[in-house]
């Protein structure tokens, strides 16, 4: 890789491992909903400003359903179901959970895509499970009790793999950043549910909380998809996303730094072994080719 493709990898992975942080900083004076809506809203408009300046062509009309679907399920219920979690779980606990989303990615496409397993894969599987249950069972130092919030974080881990998997065809028909375009306005569409209310709340928020909310709107929510697409279209995908992995370490520390937060030492075990699952999944787990975009 050369130093252009590694800073894009950079601005993207930095952004996106400090959205934990910063929903944890939003959600101190926003509610869930209305921190999803604000945030995707702003998105939304730097998106729209995007597609103006390089004169974006509209989907097909033909695929303006398949778009709604995928937007609800990797914008609408994965954040707020990100968002809800995250009241009660820390930002690097939540990382963690995240990072566990390429498991259930490999399940659903051994299901539904007929990709093979291999035995290290089905191991891989199970031992980042058991990192999942120690991160629910231990989100808060001194404590062994199931988190619900944790819960609701992998099932937006697990939504977000629906996505993933589904997404390819309109990917490879698509402009990769023009998909996400289409799925970030899609998206944003459902979350209109939760606009009674946000005005007053807005008046009523901190300049901090507030700024935090902008932020994941335009820097993780828009540009990191810019930066993430130009490293993509020049570098190997299998590399790209190899770095992926660092998220988890990397929102552990902005959240200590941000905010103060500190993981529990059972929570911190079972991101370990989560990410150890995962790693063994990607890489020793496929027995066919891996197409994933």
Not at 57 to 72: I, K, Q
Not at 154 to 182: D, M
Not at 185 to 200: E, I, M, N, Q, Y
Not at 240 to 266: N, Q, R
Request: aromatic share 12%; no cysteine; charged share 10%.
């Amino acid at each position: 890789m050369d130093s252009r493709v590694l800073l894009a990898i950079g601005l993207t992975i930095l952004p996106w491992a400090s959205a934990f942080a910063g929903i944890r900083a939003g959600l101190q004076d926003y509610s869930p909903a209305h921190l999803t809506l604000l945030r995707f809203l702003v998105a939304s408009g730097v998106m729209l400003v995007y597609a103006l300046w390089v004169r974006m062509p509209l989907p097909e009309r033909r695929d303006w359903a398949a778009l709604l679907g995928l937007g609800f399920l990797g914008i609408t219920a994965y954040h707020t179901a990100l968002n809800f979690g995250q009241v009660t779980v820390k930002a690097g606990p939540a990382a963690l959970l995240i990072a566990v989303g390429p498991v259930f990615v490999a399940l659903m496409s051994y299901f539904f895509l007929r990709e093979r397993l291999s035995a290290w894969g089905w191991l891989g599987i199970g031992v980042a499970f058991t990192g999942v249950a120690l991160i629910a069972l231990g989100n808060h130092p001194g404590s062994f009790a199931l988190e619900p919030g944790a819960l609701l974080i992998v099932l937006a881990a697990f939504v977000t793999s629906v996505y993933f998997v589904f997404q390819r065809n309109l990917v490879k028909k698509y402009n990769p950043l023009h998909f996400t375009a289409y799925t970030i306005w899609a998206g944003t569409l459902p979350l209109l549910v939760f606009w009674p209310g946000l005005a007053s709340e807005m008046r009523a928020a901190t300049a901090p909380a507030t700024w935090s909310v902008v932020y994941l709107g335009v820097v993780p929510g828009a540009l990191s998809y810019l930066t993430w697409n130009y490293a993509l279209s020049r570098a190997p995908a299998s590399q790209v996303t190899s770095f992926l992995y660092v998220s988890p370490v990397l929102a552990t520390l902005i959240a200590y730094v941000w905010l103060g937060e500190v993981p529990g030492l059972l929570a911190l075990v079972g991101g370990g072994i989560a990410l150890a699952g995962v790693i063994i999944v990607n890489t020793l787990g496929k027995v066919a080719i891996d197409n994933r975009p």
